[in-house]
Every structure is written in structure tokens, then in C-alpha cells.
């Protein structure tokens, strides 16, 4: 009881609790079966994975999530799934030849005919169980595939640079020191009855007849990540994500669909808006579809364009930020592909700005910084924020953009010209943003900024500017609009504006429905005018870049990367919006059963 006692007086003195937690930390690390099994198996692949007269690997690493999670999902006070599960993933990243010129960054196109099950097959399953022999076995399988496969690779990259005039003058892998740095596992839950809550918030929608289809999804993700490689780094973090998203659609008289979606992330429930919020949400949700679907719609408007609030970090995450990661496009047999896929990741807003370093990207009053290691402002939640990147390089502030000029860019260990080293950025598959600082030397006030939209839009002799409160679907419903411009569909399924409205020189808004951006690349963000003064915080999912499967990084179904953005409010001095086309589905030819009759 006197030992008690006496820790309990220690605990409260300053470092003693980060002390504590270490020691907590390194017992674990002792204790844990999986990662000495990891350890084990690692060394033994090290010492003794080499084929008779082939080359041996020069950088091996391991990896295993954990994954528990819960979804529910529910519409108009009715369950429609329920899904807890755990799953255990292991995969494998082997490296032959140097870092110089090693089996990475190539594709075949006679690998391709096989499909895209070559890229993933260092990837598997693994027991539950903290069976120390089973787990070794996971690695060693899927060791020995990856080994066989890197030497086939080397062998054909060796063939296909031999045939070209220049090798390959950027290194495949960039050396970097060695981090360690351990967590133990948390025991979090997602602290209430999900099914409940999903209830209780689809059943908002039982009102509005009009909606045709509503839904309510609960994702509640606890993941723990263990890493070691060949240089001697290693981690191992604990992470829990909490996802809440609202959908709704339906149809104007003309047939046109109307979608809203809205998203909510945190670590925890308390994160997250209380319940009550959640149904105000939901009932504001419901109530804005059917404005739109009685509001009137423009065929065309060029002109400037404000994004308030949160549209601002929308815009700036989805449409700029993809251009501020390092994308390397791989080494192939055929000349061909390498145009394909940079033709690919141009259509797919995943082009990167390297080849703008040193230029203006931005207006000279604009900055742009990458703080990983920020978990907070002002009282709002960061959660990109992070201590190592999924390749054990320690993350660090990265200043990207500097009064419009960028200086560099979010890379891992896969290098491109002008970007040789890490930035510690690896999140999935590829380089990702964790939390984007978008600062500014001048702003205005709210009143200042739509007065300056009035002023711009009469001097091109309109009578009204427009105001993007909301562009809404988030990066999944951005991604799979491009993905479909690229395949060139129809745009039937694509997302129009969530919010958007006119707004006239006495101060009225005009809601407006159906509209979208025609285009907007990279570029347009030149052409931003002025900021507002009051920066928001906007977080979503970042969709992992297509070029990041070629790179060899190892990420076993884990989970996607969370993007925090603090922007302020946008002026666009000049953007074109359309009429979303058809040809639209009727709308349905007799009432819904939940409408009065």
C-alpha cells in the first residue's frame, strides 16, 4: 500500500508521465507475439533468402494490421446492416538489386494481362490468434512469393532499360535513417449502441416522401499497425476512427437527381456532434433536397466564384492538394504505358506538380504547410496528425507553398527529380497530406468578401455573383465523378454542387440547383483573389494516388488516409459552372407508400 502511495505522488510530477508511458510502451513491444514473431522471421529472411546465384534482397520489410470494426447502417428507422468484424493482414515488401535500381516502379504489360493480383500478392491473411509459429508462417509465405516475383521483375527491368539509349537516372529508393517508435494497443469501442443511433437518425427521413432514397452509416474502426524492416526501424501505432455519413437523394419535376451528403470523423464519439445535433443535421439535410427540388437552375455562368467555409477546404483538398504529392510514373516494357499512365493520373486530377517547383502556383499572399505533428486548432481535432509515416520516417513540418511559390513536395522513399528524400509522408498506399495549412499575408471579413464578389461579377456586367457554400459527397463521390469523365459516361452519376446559390447586390440569395464545375485544374487557384479571415477546419478521406501501386509500399488494408485542412473562405476571380446533363431517369410514376394519400 506504501508503494502504491508513493507512485501515486510521482505520477503528477513533470515527464514522469511520458516516462511511465515509455516504459508501458517498451514492455509491450517485449511482450507482444506477433511483432517477435514479425522480428523472428524477419531475421532469418535477412540471413538466409537468396536463390543460388540470384540477388539477394537488400531491404526487406514487414507489416500487419489489426482491424476491428463495426458498421451499421440503417434507412428510415430500419437496420440494413450490421457488420462487426476483426481481420488480421500481413504484407510483405521485398527489394533486390540497390537503391539505386531495385524491382520496383516497373510494370510489364505482359504482367498486366494477368490482372492487378501481382501487385497485391505479398498481402494475406493472418491468424487471429497470438500464434507465435502461425505468424511466422503468414510472413514466410508470403516472403517467398514477393522474393520470387522481385527477382522476375528486376530480371525484366534490367531487359527493358538495356534496349533505351538513358538508364534510369533517379534512384528507386532513398536512403534514410533509422526511427523507432512504439505504442501499445488501445482498448477503445465505440461507446454506444450504434444501431440505436442509426435508428434514430434515418428515421428523420420518414417525413419527407419526396426523398427516395435515404441512408445513415456507423463506421467505427479500431486499428493497430506493427512495422519492422531490414534497416533496424520499426513502429507500432494504435489508431480508432469513427465515420458518420448521411446520404439522401431524389429527383426535381424534370428528372434531374439531387444528392446530399454529409460526413462527420473523430476519434471518439465525443469528437463527434451529440445526438440531437446529429437529427437537427439530418432534418436541415431533408429540408434543403426538397428546395432544391423545386429550385431554379442556370445553363451557364463564367464568372467569380466565392467558396465560403468549408467548400473552401473541399475545393482546396480535392482539387489542388492531389497535385502537391510526388507521383513517379513507372518504368514499363512498352513505351505506351508510361503514356497511358500519365494521360490516366491527368484524367484522374492525380497529376503532380513537380515539374512547377520553383514556380508560382498560388497568388504571392498565399502559404501552404503540411503539419503532421499538429493534433489541434482551436479546440477543432487534427486528424491527419501523426509521429511516423508508414515507412518508419519520422513526419516533420514541410512548407510547400511559399507566398505562391512551391518549394517542394509531399514524397515517401520512392524519389523524383528535385525530390530525393522522404518528407515523411507515406500514408496507404502512397505520399498523402495530413494536416494542410492554407495561411495568408492579407484577408477580408466576410461582408468584405461578398462585397468584393458583387463588385467583380458587375464589372463582366452580371447581375449577381456566385457563393459555393458546400460542394458535398466528399473525396469518394470526387474521385468516382472523374473516374467516369475519364471513361467518358454520361454524367447521370456524377455530383453536382451540394450548395450553391446566386447572390444579388441587395444581399438575397437564390438557391440553385444542378450546377458544376466544368473544369478545374490545379491552375485556377492562380487565379483566387482574395481570403476571408476566418479559417475552418474541413477533414476527409483522401483517395490514395494510382501511381503509389507501382511504388512496392506495403499497406495492408489499412485504413484510408484522414485529411484535415484549415483554409479560409476563396475568391475566384474567374470559373465556369454548368447545367448538370442528362439524359436523367423518370421520376417515379406513383407516390411513395410513405406519403399521405
Known amino acids: 500500500m506504501k508503494i502504491f502511495r508513493t507512485f501515486l505522488e510521482f505520477v503528477p510530477r513533470p515527464g514522469m508521465l511520458a516516462a511511465i508511458l ?21 531475421k532469418r529472411s535477412v540471413s538466409q533468402l537468396q536463390l543460388q546465384k540470384m540477388d539477394k534482397p537488400y531491404f526487406i ?36 538489386g540497390n537503391y539505386d535500381l531495385d524491382n520496383s516502379n516497373y510494370v510489364s504489360i505482359r504482367d498486366l494481362g494477368g490482372g492487378m493480383s501481382g501487385m497485391f500478392s505479398g498481402i494475406r491473411q493472418a491468424p487471429l490468434d497470438d500464434n507465435y509459429r502461425q505468424i511466422r508462417r503468414s510472413f514466410w509465405l508470403a516472403t517467398d512469393a514477393q522474393y520470387k516475383k522481385a527477382l522476375e521483375d528486376l530480371s525484366a527491368k534490367r ?71 531490414s534497416e533496424g526501424s520499426g513502429f507500432t501505432r494504435a489508431r480508432a476512427l469513427f465515420k458518420f455519413q448521411i446520404t439522401a437523394q431524389a429527383q426535381s419535376q424534370d428528372g434531374q437527381p439531387i444528392s446530399d451528403s454529409i ?3 473523430g476519434r471518439e464519439r465525443a469528437d463527434l456532434p451529440d445526438t440531437a445535433a446529429l437529427v437537427a443535421r439530418a432534418r436541415a ?57 500519365n494521360q490516366m493520373m491527368s484524367r484522374l486530377g492525380g497529376t503532380s506538380l513537380v515539374d512547377k517547383i520553383g514556380g508560382r502556383v498560388l497568388p504571392e499572399f498565399i502559404s501552404v504547410s503540411d503539419h503532421p505533428q499538429s493534433s489541434d ?54 505520399a498523402a497530406p495530413s494536416n494542410l495549412f492554407v495561411t495568408s499575408d492579407k484577408s477580408m471579413t466576410d461582408a468584405e468578401l461578398r462585397k468584393e464578389l458583387l463588385r467583380r461579377a458587375k464589372e463582366r456586367g452580371l447581375d449577381y455573383g456566385i457563393v459555393v457554400r458546400r460542394i458535398g459527397g466528399g473525396a469518394a463521390a470526387s474521385f468516382m465523378k472523374m473516374a467516369a469523365a475519364m471513361g467518358q459516361q454520361d454524367s447521370q452519376g456524377t455530383t453536382s454542387i451540394g450548395e450553391i446559390y446566386k447572390l444579388y447586390p441587395d444581399g438575397h440569395e437564390e438557391l440553385l440547383r444542378g450546377m458544376e464545375v466544368s473544369e478545374f485544374p490545379s491552375s485556377t487557384f492562380k487565379d483566387i483573389v482574395a481570403v476571408g479571415d476566418t479559417p475552418v ?30 483554409a479560409p473562405s476563396m475568391l475566384f476571380e474567374e470559373l465556369s459552372l454548368n447545367k448538370a446533363q442528362g439524359p436523367f431517369p423518370n421520376p417515379p410514376i406513383s407516390p411513395s407508400p410513405l406519403a399521405k394519400q
Open 159 to 229: 531487359a527493358a532499360f538495356a534496349m533505351r539509349q538513358h538508364g534510369n537516372d533517379v534512384p528507386d529508393f532513398s536512403k534514410e535513417t533509422p526511427a523507432t517508435k512504439f505504442a501499445p494497443p488501445e482498448n477503445t469501442g465505440p461507446g454506444q449502441d450504434l444501431k440505436a443511433l442509426a435508428r434514430d437518425i434515418s428515421a428523420v427521413f420518414k417525413s419527407t416522401p419526396e426523398i427516395n432514397n435515404s441512408s445513415v452509416e456507423l463506421e467505427f474502426h479500431n486499428f493497430y499497425t506493427r512495422y519492422v524492416n
Open 22 to 42: 515509455i516504459v508501458a510502451s517498451s514492455a509491450h513491444a517485449q511482450d507482444d507475439v506477433p511483432m517477435q514473431a514479425m522480428k523472428d522471421e524477419l
Open 537 to 566: 477546419v474541413f477533414t476527409d478521406e483522401f483517395i490514395p494516388r494510382v501511381g503509389a501501386l507501382f511504388s512496392m509500399g506495403i499497406s495492408a488494408g489499412s485504413d484510408m488516409p484522414i485529411v484535415s485542412c484549415i
Open 377 to 430: 486548432y482551436k479546440g477543432v481535432k487534427l486528424l491527419g496528425a501523426n509521429q511516423i509515416d508508414d515507412d518508419a520516417v519520422p513526419t516533420r513540418e514541410t512548407t510547400l507553398v511559399d507566398h505562391g511559390v512551391l518549394k517542394t513536395l509531399l514524397s515517401t522513399r520512392v524519389p523524383v527529380r528535385n525530390v530525393r528524400q522522404s518528407t515523411g509522408s507515406r500514408r496507404g498506399w502512397g
Open 263 to 265: 460526413e462527420f470523423y
Open 285 to 341: 439535410m431533408a429540408d434543403h433536397i426538397l428546395k432544391l427540388r423545386s429550385a431554379a437552375t442556370l445553363e451557364s455562368y463564367n464568372g467569380p466564384v466565392l467558396f465560403e467555409g468549408t467548400a473552401a477546404g473541399e475545393a482546396f483538398t480535392q482539387q489542388f492538394a492531389t497535385g502537391l504529392l510526388v507521383v513517379r510514373t513507372p518504368s514499363s516494357d512498352d513505351a505506351r504505358f508510361e503514356a497511358f499512365f
Open 61 to 96: 520489410a514487414y507489416r500487419m494490421d489489426e482491424m476491428n470494426n463495426n458498421t451499421v447502417s440503417a434507412t428510415l428507422g430500419s437496420l440494413t446492416q450490421q457488420a462487426p468484424s476483426r481481420i488480421r493482414l500481413v504484407g510483405v515488401e521485398i527489394r533486390v
